[in-house]
Structures are given as C-alpha cells and as structure tokens.
C-alpha cells in the first residue's frame, strides 16, 4: 500500500508542476504582451510614419496626439515653422502626394476609419484655424514668408504622422460648398461699416457702364428671390467729409436681371476709385490714395485693370511708376468713357484705415506699412533697405535730412540749426518739399540719409522713402497738437519699421509770441480752441505759427539719434 501511495503522490506532484510551469508561460507572454502595446504604440503600425494620411481616416487616438501637439506646439519655434515643418502643398500636387504617401487598409480597417466621429476632424481643422490666427496676431511676417501665404491652399502641420489638413473648401462635400456659395450670394453687394471708406466687391456678371455711373451685378435669371439691392458710393476715401467728398463722381452699385449689352470683356477684376479730393497735398496722395491703391490692389500682381472717376491727368503723370508697379493695363478714364465694359470680379472704392496706415489685421493678405514701404523704395529703385551702423564704415557721419518750408511752420533759424548739428557731427541736407518736387530725385535724397526732421506737415511724408531703422523727428508745433501729429507721423513711422522721435516746441519757440500776449488764453489753455474744430485749429496753430528752435533745449535728441545709430 505504501508503495502505491508513493506512487500517486510522484504523479500528482509531476501533474502540479507541469500546471505550474504552463500558468507562468501564460502569465509571462501577458506581460510581453502588455509590454508591448505600452511602449510601441501598435496603431503607428498601420501606417508608414514617414507619409501622410487624411485627417478623416486617422485612428482616434492619433487624432487626439495631433491636437495635443498642435496646441503644444504654438512656441515662437512652431509658429515660425511656416517654411520649414509647415509646409505649404499646391492644389494639384496635394491629393497625388497624399495617396503616394497613405498606405492601404485592410477592409476592417476601412470600416474602423470611416466610423470616426465628424467632431474630431472638425477639432483639428479648428485647431489649424486657431494657430493660423495666432501667427497673425503676432504680427507680418518677411516677405518671403507672405508670398507663400498668398499661394497657401494646404498645410501639413508637424505631427507624428503628417497628416494633410485640407482646407474649409477642400475638405466640405458638394453640399457644403452650395452652401458657401449661396453664402456668398447672399452677402451685400457693399460694406458701408468702415468709418473711413466705404468699399462694395462683387463677383459674377458684373457690367460696369461709365457713362450711366453705373456697376450692376448681373442675377443669374434662375436666382429667387430677387436681391432688389442698390447703393450710392463716393469711391473716396474721406467718409464722412461733406466738403471734400462734394466734388466726387457717385456711383450707383445695383443688382438686376436686366443689363447692357457687353461691349468690352476683360479677363481680370476692375478696381474703381476717385482721384480729386484732396489730392495735389503730398500727405493726401499718399493717405488717400496711394497707400488705399496698394492695400487693395497689389495682391493682383499688376493683373488688375483701374477706372478712375474724376481723373487727374497730371496726378497720374506725377506717380506714373507707381501705377506702372500696381496694373499692367492703360488707365481708364471713368467720366469719359462711353463703353459697356464686363468683369467677373470688380471692387468699388479702396480699403482705407487711420490716417497713412494699414491695418494689418484688416488688409487683404495682411499687408503692412513695413510692406508699403518696401514697395516705395523698390518701385523708385532706391539703393538702400536699411541703415547702417555707424562703426561699420569708417570716418562716415551720418546724413541728416531737414526738410524747410516756405510759407508756413518754417524755421525761423534754419542756420543756426545746421550749424549746431554739422557740430554734433551730422552730414547736413537741407531740401524743401512741395506740389512740383521731383518725386525720384526727393526719394533719393530721402533714401541716402540716416535722419529726417522736420516741422509738422506734408513734407515729412517723404518718410515712406527712408531705409527701414532710419530715424524720423518731428517738430510739434505749438497748440496742444502732439496727438495729431503721432497720429499723422509718428504712428505710421513706427510701423514702417522706422525709429520716431517726438519734440514739442515750447511757448518760447513760437512765433505765436508776436501775435498775443503771454497771458492769452493760447497759451495758458491751448486745448480749449480745439472744440471750435479742426479747421479753427488748423488757421490758428498751424497756417499763422513759425518755429525757433532752442538748439540747446533740441540737442538732446540730436545726441539720442546719434546713439540710437551706433546700436
């Protein structure tokens, strides 16, 4: 019995042991097993890491990753990634190199992708929009970085997988873009909101008849109901300025199903725009007319045709390189002309902001003054883009332009000015600008010095020629005027990318002293004449007023330049 005994107990432990080993094989490939799906990721292996699959066929759980680096990555490194891991795909290549590029799925797999929620494509392309709008918010990229931005259709953002985003166009079915369209059919034909410029842009059937003053949009005979629309517009602009708007054509913008006959076809948009107001004052020319004309016009790359109402043949003549930089096409004299001419795309009027800027924020592209002047100093082939320091070409003093005037704000000791600033040690130029200057040989001159001062007005709008660094002072003149005076100058300067300076005279410097007693009110409380308008601020403080510069007291910002220059 013993020995039977000891025989089932061999065989029982021999079967304990062989359970045994068998759970510690399967507890040990649960482990492998768990080991593997932490560290590796399995999911990654769907895909080849190195191409790129639609956002509406990743996996969930690279989704999510892609949102998580998307939000992560909006360090400076990430948003300045827009030539390098940003990367900007052409239309046609776009779809080819994504399916190149995607690997195949197996159908379970098809079944697996396609039952995705729409939400979480719809979170991605929301988070491409948001950092978008982030780079904006930054301020304007190089010139470079911005025509890429002009050419964007697809980005691929910098993610495990590289995923194609498509854009709102790109990624929306056939009825979501009847949906976009009839968006954009129902919009009105203008936006009166602008406080400065009011601007109408349409596209389609568009027959623009000169002689009636007249730009109608063509309604698709089909279209129901009738948009019935209709808007006078004064393309100048100073909204708002009864006085200067009296002598500018209006035109009638309109909606109808009944239109001229064609006689002219063009294959590019039409821009419309007014030229008299208050055009002929340097400052003018360049904050009504020719910073708006940019603005709207230079994203067409000189494709753009112009029709002018109230022609100034002269005016053209003066700026002719400019308008030769912005159209490829003759200037059409809009009160003169008896044709019936068709576009498919036309705006009426020119974007306009404050006074000489661009709003980045607003403008088409988001052009910025840092553009403009780029684009004043090439179209007049101006040498120099920026300024250099000082140290770096040996025994070089710096260039020091004064703009003079004739008539009014002169200054009163011009000499002793020159003098104390050829001292300091400042190349001295002295130059007057008005209606018959030279605009080539005054933005050269402008363009080879280093600093530009000056009184208040138009003169020193000559500043859209300087190199980007350079220096701008401006005089204000008496009469509590600084905050016109940064609004007209010294803003602007800032966002060209120059470096501005702001000296208000004292009461001693004024010429105002020889006309009112020390005690007078314009001089106790200048700020009390400005509630009689600008055109009583205008005769009293700057048509009647000259300036004698105290060197003395004005030398410290001669000095601060000269430092400012040698950074």
């Known amino acids: 019995m013993k020995a039977v005994e000891r025989a089932k107990l061999v065989r029982s432990l021999r079967h304990e042991s062989r359970r045994l080993r068998l ?17 590796s990721k399995p999911d990654a292996l769907l895909f080849n890491l190195n191409g790129r699959l639609l956002v509406d066929q990743a996996p969930r759980s690279l989704l999510i990753r892609q949102r998580v680096d998307a939000h992560d990555g909006r360090s400076a490194d990430t948003l300045a990634s827009a030539s390098g891991d940003l990367k900007v795909v052409d239309d046609d290549t776009a779809g080819e190199e994504a399916s190149t590029n995607a690997i195949g799925t197996s159908g379970e797999e098809e079944r697996v992708l396609a039952s995705e929620p729409e939400q979480s494509k719809r979170a991605v392309e929301a988070t491409t929009s948001e950092i978008l709008g982030g780079e904006h918010d930054e301020g304007r990229k190089s010139q470079q970085e911005g025509e890429k931005e002009h050419q964007q259709h697809k980005l691929t953002l910098p993610t ?30 203008c936006d009166f909101s602008n406080f400065r410029a009011n601007t109408c842009e349409m596209r389609g059937n568009i027959r623009i008849h000169p002689n009636g003053s007249s730009v109608i949009y063509v309604e698709p005979t089909s279209s129901s109901p009738k948009r019935n629309e209709q808007w006078k ?16 054509t209006e035109v009638t913008v309109k909606s109808s199903k009944v239109a001229p006959e064609c006689s002219k076809y063009h294959h590019v948009p039409a821009v419309i725009f007014a030229l008299t107001g208050y055009t002929g004052n340097l400052f003018h020319d360049f904050t009504d007319v020719l910073v708006p004309l940019f603005t709207t016009a230079s994203e067409f790359n000189g494709e753009v045709q112009f029709l002018i109402t109230d022609m100034a043949i002269w005016w053209t003549r003066k700026y002719a390189v400019v308008f030769e930089k912005l159209t490829k096409y003759p200037l059409i004299d809009f009160n003169k002309d008896n044709e019936v001419h068709c576009f498919k795309h036309a705006i009426v009027g020119l974007h306009a902001y404050m006074e000489f800027t661009i709003d980045p924020l607003k403008a088409p592209h988001n052009y910025s003054m840092v553009d403009f002047n780029r684009f004043m100093r090439r179209t007049y082939s101006l040498p120099r883009d920026a300024v250099t320091a000082l140290g770096e070409i040996p025994k070089t003093r710096p260039r020091l332009l004064i703009i003079s005037r004739q008539r009014t704000r002169m200054f009163l000791n011009l000499k002793e000015i020159v003098a104390m600033a050829d001292e300091i040690g400042y190349d001295v130029v002295v130059e007057e600008a008005n209606v ?24 020193l709008t000559n500043c859209v020629f300087l190199p980007h660094d350079a220096i701008l002072i401006q005089i204000v003149p008496w009469g509590a005027l600084d905050g016109i005076c940064r609004i007209d100058f010294g803003y602007p300067a800032e966002q060209m990318g120059l470096r501005y300076k702001h000296y208000s005279i004292g009461v001693h410097e004024s010429s105002l002293t020889e006309q009112y007693p020390l005690d007078h009110e314009i001089f106790r409380n200048p700020l009390a004449f400005h509630k009689n308008g600008f055109e009583f601020v205008r005769q009293t403080f700057m048509d009647t007023q000259n300036v004698r510069l105290d060197c003395n007291r004005f030398r410290p910002i001669l000095l601060e330049a000269l430092d400012q220059l040698n950074q």
């Open 160 to 189: 495990v997988s590289n995923y194609t985003i498509h854009d709102a166009t790109d990624g929306t079915d056939n009825g979501n873009r009847d949906a976009l369209d009839n968006v954009e059919r129902d919009k009105p034909l």
């Open 233 to 248: 517009i004064k393309p100048y602009p100073r909204k708002g300025d009864e006085l200067c708007l009296n002598h500018i």
């Open 23 to 39: 759970l510690v094989l399967v507890i040990g490939f649960f482990l492998v097993t768990l080991t593997f799906v932490v560290v």
């Open 436 to 459: 018959n200057s030279n605009v080539t040989h005054f933005a050269k001159v402008v363009n080879s010095v280093d600093v530009m001062m000056g009184v208040h007005g138009a003169g």
